[in-house]
């Protein structure tokens, strides 16, 4: 072939001399093409350049409000995806109320399907974030959004009943208030170690109720926020009138002095300030008749707190 070759080029020299070459330009190029392409290995394909056409999912928490200034994201991607993972990257943005995404950082993929993204910053109010895969072959499509909501601030928390230093009736009291909607309601009774928890409905209204101790009751209610910002209140309430109390009966409220001798009898009941009564305490009944030595005698309240004195 090699040989046809130069007799084909010595053809080319002599029928440029007698003028006919262009007539043969294209049969010596057919042949010369014919011969490099004997000789000479075909060239590769250009490699194709993958196109990534699915998305990351993105991990929702489990509480969007939040008081903490960086989160950990989380998401994962297709197993396709992930065993492609050289010169593979995910990318995360961040979109602010009324504001387009901006591109927070990027990461590489790791081994497996499932990534973490961690110390992520928050802005105040609502985060939402979006990811997309980055390869050889471009971006992907943005994943569905997940949000972070930053909430530093305390929540409102007021009380309604009872009014600070109240008095109580009861064996119990009821705490009525309003607070941050979704906030969960702790009250907690120094007076005897006792405590009942509660949660605001949407509006922030709650109800709790507490068990009570004899005499002052210093009561701390805190409203704690879904971000978990805390307030608390402190309030006393007094169970029963804070004092103890008799009350008396007797037989008779008039007695004919034409029936003496006639028998008096007295009743004393003694409670205590939550109105129950008192077993086995001292009563001391004084009876005062014009024109004698008042009469003092001491008796003892029974099991159902009851004394009895008679004359």
Do not use: C
């Amino acid at each position: 072939m090699l040989g046809l070759a130069v007799v084909a080029l010595a053809a080319v020299v002599l029928f440029t001399i007698i003028g006919v070459l262009p007539g043969i330009v294209s049969t010596v190029g057919g042949v010369v093409s014919g011969i490099a392409g004997a000789v000479l290995p075909s060239p590769s394909p250009s490699p194709m350049l993958a196109i990534i056409s699915t998305s990351p999912v993105l991990d929702a928490p489990t509480q969007a409000a939040t008081n903490q200034a960086s989160v950990t994201v989380t998401g994962s991607v297709p197993a396709s995806i992930s065993g492609q993972r050289a010169g593979i990257t995910i990318r995360l943005y961040v979109a602010l109320p009324n504001k387009a995404p901006v591109q927070v950082i990027e990461v590489p993929l790791g081994e497996l399907p499932s990534f973490a993204i961690p110390d992520v910053a928050l802005q105040p109010g609502r985060n939402d974030f979006s990811a997309t895969i980055v390869g050889p072959g471009g971006e992907s499509g943005a994943s569905p959004i997940v949000t972070y909501v930053l909430d530093t601030t305390k929540p409102t928390l007021a009380i309604s009943s009872p009014k600070d230093k109240a008095a109580v009736k009861g064996t119990s009291v009821t705490i009525v208030g309003k607070t941050q909607g979704a906030s969960t309601v702790s009250a907690r009774n120094a007076a005897n170690g006792r405590t009942a928890v509660g949660a605001a409905n949407a509006t922030g209204s709650f109800r709790v109720v507490l068990p009570l101790a004899d005499g002052k009751n210093a009561i701390s209610v805190t409203a704690t926020d879904p971000a978990g910002n805390a307030a608390t209140v402190i309030l006393t309430v007094q169970r029963g009138t804070g004092q103890l109390k008799i009350t008396l009966t007797a037989s008779a409220s008039r007695i004919s002095a034409k029936q003496l001798p006639s028998m008096l009898k007295l009743s004393a009941v003694a409670t205590d300030p939550g109105g129950r009564r008192l077993a086995g305490r001292d009563i001391t009944f004084m009876l005062s008749i014009f024109g004698m030595p008042p009469i003092t005698v001491q008796e003892t309240t029974n099991a159902s707190g009851v004394a009895v004195f008679g004359t």
